[in-house]
């Protein structure tokens, strides 16, 4: 995975952003928007499919969607709830 470049970093810890291990920035105590949610479930509908149906691995989505298998948990509980 590339590094962030440093004038990005700058850029964004100007605006209260962080960045997190997948290169994702996000402000902290905010939720991410419906498009990123959106984003996020339907990668990990492919990851689950291309596994045969079974629980994708989180760390994959997360990478895949620049967010943290956290927030990628708490899709995926949504996604079973409803």
Do not use: W
Not at 23 to 34: A, H, M, S, T
Not at 43 to 61: C, D, I, K, M, W
Request: hydrophobic fraction near 35%.
């Amino acid at each position: 995975m590339a590094a962030i470049p440093a004038i990005e970093l700058e850029q964004a810890a100007r605006y209260g952003l962080s960045v997190n291990k997948n290169n994702g920035f996000y402000k902290p105590g905010l939720e991410f928007d419906v498009e990123k949610k959106l984003r996020v479930q339907g990668s990990y509908q492919r990851f689950q499919e291309a596994n045969g149906g079974l629980r994708p691995n989180l760390t994959h989505v997360a990478r895949d969607c620049n967010v943290s298998p956290y927030y990628v948990k708490k899709i995926e509980d949504e996604i079973r709830n409803h």
